[in-house]
T-cell receptor, first 116, second 119 residues
Framework: GAGVSQSPRYKVAKRGQDVALRCDPISGHVSLFWYQQALGQGPEFLTYFQNEAQLDKSGLPSDRFFAERPEGSVSTLKIQRTQQEDSAVYLC??????????????FGQGTRLTVV | AQKITQTQPGMFVQEKEAVTLDCTYDTSDQSYGLFWYKQPSSGEMIFLIYQGSYDEQNATEGRYSLNFQKARKSANLVISASQLGDSAMYFCAMREDAHGSGNTGKLIFGQGTTLQVKP
């Protein structure tokens, strides 16, 4: 497809379950970002990849959150032992250039995670 | 620390009129970029307009313009001739541009403003 694709679009998990969220960036895009957006709030940065290298994971809220991009394309965000406060929309964004300056990142439609 | 402030949780505008969405920012960097994104109910973030900190002219993209006042650290979005399809959440965001170790280009977002266009 032409844009950033995320799957699943919606995920309901029971508290304590592990979940995996997938992001297919635009082909050839070097940079990939994950953001977490709580209801009614702005997105907050979680982690950044340049190709397969995870250069910044300062926004991951706990060690239950893990992200990978093993071949420099598709990325997976994994949340272990989900808790209710993990309920949010998880947005993935990609951009074509590894370092600034670049103009904008392209966002996917997000995965809405609800932990019950 | 970098911060974006959007003080208007919700705004109403009549169709075909212009509306201004406020955004102020805080940074100690000299080089940075300011963005506005639109988020409709479908959830995706749609890029609207970009302003670099060294750009002397205000950015314009069709019906969108950015009123950049560097000394006041404000980057307000002006939407002219509002349309019903403009109803959405609008986010102001900032990104460091300065090269240096650890600069990933991540975006810092404000809390957003919900815009409703009335027919």
């Amino acid at each position: 497809g032409a844009g950033v694709s995320q799957s699943p679009r919606y995920k309901v998990a029971k508290r304590g379950q592990d979940v995996a969220l997938r992001c297919d960036p635009i082909s050839g895009h070097v940079s990939l970002f994950w953001y977490q957006q709580a209801l009614g709030q702005g997105p907050e940065f979680l982690t950044y990849f340049q190709n397969e290298a995870q250069l910044d994971k300062s926004g991951l809220p706990s060690d239950r959150f893990f992200a990978e991009r093993p071949e420099g394309s598709v990325s997976t965000l994994k949340i272990q032992r989900t808790q209710q406060e993990d309920s949010a929309v998880y947005l993935c964004a990609s951009s074509p250039i590894g370092v600034p300056p670049y103009v904008e990142a392209f966002f996917g439609q997000g995965t809405r995670l609800t932990v019950v | 620390a970098q911060k974006i402030t959007q003080t208007q949780p919700g705004m109403f505008v009549q169709e075909k009129e212009a509306v201004t969405l406020d955004c102020t920012y805080d940074t100690s960097d000299q080089s940075y970029g300011l963005f506005w994104y639109k988020q409709p109910s479908s959830g995706e973030m749609i890029f609207l307009i970009y302003q670099g900190s060294y750009d002397e002219q205000n950015a314009t993209e069709g019906r969108y313009s950015l009123n950049f006042q560097k000394a006041r650290k404000s980057a307000n979005l002006v939407i002219s001739a509002s349309q019903l399809g403009d109803s959405a959440m609008y986010f102001c965001a900032m990104r460091e541009d300065a090269h240096g170790s650890g600069n990933t280009g991540k975006l810092i977002f404000g809390q957003g403003t919900t815009l409703q266009v009335k027919p």
